[in-house]
């Protein structure tokens, strides 16, 4: 049974930092491509960053220079480290895991306040 747990979201100021984590259980977790997608209220979920097996790495636009992923292949997670929040930000947060198919965590709030 495949499991993914997300963790670290949170209320950040305008400017601040988070680190999301997201823990995968159930898959062959090296050769996964992990991703995180948020979604705000009243629009759609969209990609925000992706890693693949082989570390390769894109970026949704709007976070280019700002959020940085990363992967442990050791402890089974991935994280996103978020730097200079903006409102625009706030949104839900969901780990993806593709491995075969898709899989999807549950999500984690993040609240970028001004």
């Known amino acids: 049974q495949v499991q993914l747990v997300e963790s670290g979201g949170g209320l950040v100021q305008a400017g601040g930092s988070l680190r999301l984590s997201c823990v995968a259980s159930?898959?062959?977790?090296?050769?996964?491509?992990m991703g995180w997608y948020r979604q705000a209220p009243g629009k759609e979920r969209e990609l925000v960053a992706q890693i693949s097996s082989g570390r390769g790495t894109n970026y949704a636009d709007s976070v280019k220079g700002r959020f940085t992923i990363s992967r442990d292949n050791v402890k089974n997670t991935v994280h996103l480290q978020m730097n200079s929040l903006k409102p625009e930000d706030t949104a839900v947060y969901y780990c993806?895991?593709?491995?075969?198919?898709?899989?999807w965590g549950n999500g984690t709030l993040v609240t970028v306040s001004l």
């Open positions: 993806k895991c593709k491995f075969g198919r898709d899989y």
């Open positions: 159930g898959v062959i977790f090296r050769f996964s491509v």
